[in-house]
């Protein structure tokens, strides 16, 4: 961990004391909420033949593509055996192509189809319309709070979160720190 990161378990220099807790509890309440969202949306509008890895790669490469293998392998947070993998499935599907580089004639780049950004299309136009119906269910105050909550759910995806080849450093991490707080009775 660098001089300037922040320990999971202790809260950032200026930050009440109990901002950790307050913290902990938030994430607690709105991460089953969170997957359940994701989850409910995913069953009911399906992206046919498509994983969940798929579809999170696609999406990928939708907005930052094309990339090379290695940049999909660290924006997913994958290994790249596995990018490889995901884009070799979907390439058969007809929803990728791979081309080479034009600065490095050794690597190649992947960017969607135009099959590949239709389903995309498509898929996100049903998703949003399954959104909107839940949506106009709420009240006024309620749907203003989630359109207030977009912009920091959105900058919680830009953090810098771990990627796998250093997921066993950042879980050695928060166990050591975990290990040095007493433990409640």
């Given at each position: 961990m660098s001089d300037h990161a922040v320990s999971p378990q202790s809260p950032p220099a200026g930050a009440h004391p109990t901002a950790c807790a307050d913290e902990a509890a938030l994430a607690s309440d709105l991460r089953p909420v969170l997957l359940r969202l994701n989850n409910l949306v995913r069953r009911r509008v399906p992206s046919v033949e498509l994983t969940p890895a798929q579809s999170t790669a696609l999406t990928t490469v939708l907005d930052h593509g094309p990339l090379r293998m290695g940049e999909l392998a660290d924006r997913e947070q994958?290994?790249?055996?596995?990018?490889?993998?995901?884009?070799?499935?979907?390439?058969?599907?007809?929803?990728?192509?791979?081309?080479?580089?034009?600065?490095?004639?050794?690597?190649?780049?992947?960017?969607?189809?135009?099959?590949?950004?239709?389903?995309?299309?498509?898929?996100?136009?049903?998703?949003?319309?399954?959104?909107?119906?839940?949506?106009?269910?709420?009240?006024?105050?309620?749907?203003?709070?989630?359109a207030d909550s977009v912009p920091a759910l959105t900058a919680m995806l830009a953090l810098d979160l771990p990627g796998p080849e250093r997921l066993d450093d950042h879980r050695s991490d928060m166990t050591r720190t975990q290990e040095s707080e007493p433990q409640p009775r």
């Open positions: 994958i290994r790249m055996p596995t990018a490889t993998a995901i884009i070799r499935r979907v390439e058969k599907l007809g929803l990728v192509q791979r081309r080479p580089d034009p600065d490095d004639g050794r690597a190649v780049l992947v960017e969607l189809t135009d099959s590949g950004r239709e389903r995309l299309g498509h898929v996100a136009r049903e998703r949003n319309a399954l959104l909107a119906g839940l949506l106009e269910q709420l009240t006024d105050a309620d749907r203003q709070a989630i």
